[in-house]
């Protein structure tokens, strides 16, 4: 009897801890949280006054010291396990690219290449380009350093400019054929998403069909082996294909003639507007109009993002979803240095901090 009661006290306390422990769990920091876990968004006008950032007089935003830009960029490119979980993007392009020079090289893990490049395009960090041209001298022994030169080659691809992008897809059709590339091969495809004019899938597509039979006939004998033979046919049948038809998709864009076009094509595809519409192509197209802002089309695509708010309202959405797109596209007024209407900056203000969007600063 009284083992029956200890076990039903025991019992019970555990169910306690565990209900503890799911509400600890829940009110953590989360990777679409950022550092904004358990924060509301604070108003952008406060931001010119926290204390150890200043305001970067080009891209008008905050940014903090070069001490406290290091522990960060440390921290999300290098602590793969424990540290940040996204781009810090409150952050002087001048500390980025200082700190990227002397922090990456070939003793760095391949995963860091490759946190290295998300911030490279978050900054649009075309000065770099150098630094990377360098570690690609074919002089790759293993698996890991392959992995390294793909990164460097898909932040080539993005960054750079026509003739740097085909010298790039040189360097990766070589990468592809490379007696250290090991099965299934993943990130070769993966670095498809990185080209836009210069792409061509023929050798990859080769390399695929030559190495599927073959684990697949040592797969009878090797479980993992079979389970490498089959993520192959995937890659080949699934995966490369969507990327080339994505590839096409962003080639048709960047060919159409008029430009005012081109930018509300780019902005329905970053506000979620779009039958293309698909998480890489909204990166892809906040990268163009970033780019385009550069060129002096800012007041055109400030226009844009408020006409297309003006069809999201008159659109018939459901509350919610139209207030995350319209939180979207003032996030992206408010990036390209429009002075945001009383309704806009309301929009601001209260938006989720758990809602990501690339045209957006991570001011706290």
């Known amino acids: ?18 209900f503890l422990l799911l509400i600890a769990g829940c009110t953590g920091s989360t990777v679409l949280s950022q550092d904004n876990a358990n924060k509301r968004r604070q108003s952008s006008k406060v931001a010119p006054g926290v204390k150890g950032k200043k305001m970067d007089t080009v891209l008008n935003y905050p940014t903090v010291d070069k001490i406290t830009a290091f522990k960060q960029l440390d921290s999300y490119i290098f602590d793969i396990h424990y540290g940040r979980k996204s781009e810090p993007k409150n ?21 860091s290449f490759e946190r290295a490049r998300n911030v490279v395009d978050i900054y649009d960090l075309a000065a770099v380009i150098d630094h990377f041209d360098k570690l690609l001298d074919r002089s790759e022994k293993d698996e890991r350093a392959v992995l390294q030169s793909i990164q460097s080659v898909r932040l080539l691809a993005e ?37 836009t004019r210069h792409y061509s899938p023929a050798t990859l597509q080769e390399v695929l069909k030559r190495e599927y039979p073959k ?8 479980y993992y082996i079979d389970g490498v033979a089959e993520q192959v046919f995937s890659l080949l049948n699934g995966r490369l294909p969507q990327l080339v038809d994505q590839i096409n998709a962003r080639n048709s864009i960047l060919n ?10 780019l902005v329905a595809i970053y ?11 909204e990166r892809w197209s906040a990268k163009q109009l970033r780019r385009l802002a550069r060129e002096g089309q800012t007041e055109a695509i400030i226009s844009v993002f408020r006409k297309a708010a003006d069809s999201i309202k008159a659109g018939g959405y459901k509350e919610e979803e139209a207030e995350s797109f319209l939180l979207r596209a003032a996030r992206a007024v408010r990036f390209f240095g429009g002075e945001l209407t009383p309704e806009e900056k309301a929009l601001v203000d209260e938006g989720s901090e758990y809602q990501i969007d690339y045209l957006d600063r991570d001011f706290f």
């Open 271 to 281: 506000l979620g507007q779009d039958d293309l519409t698909s998480p890489e192509l």
């Open 91 to 111: 952050l002087d392009p001048a500390h980025v690219e200082e700190f990227i020079r002397e922090k990456i090289d070939r003793s760095k893990e391949p995963q």
């Open 256 to 265: 159409i003639g008029d430009l005012q076009e081109r930018i509300a094509k």
């Open 159 to 195: 960054q750079g400019d026509d003739p740097t992008e085909r010298k790039a897809f040189d360097y990766y059709e070589y990468l592809v054929k490379h007696p250290a590339s090991e099965p299934p091969y993943e990130p070769h495809v993966e670095a498809a998403n990185s080209f």
């Open 1 to 18: 009897m009284v083992e029956k009661k200890y076990r039903s006290v025991l019992a019970a306390a555990l169910i306690c801890v565990s």
């Open 215 to 222: 684990l697949k006939e040592k797969g009878k004998t090797d």
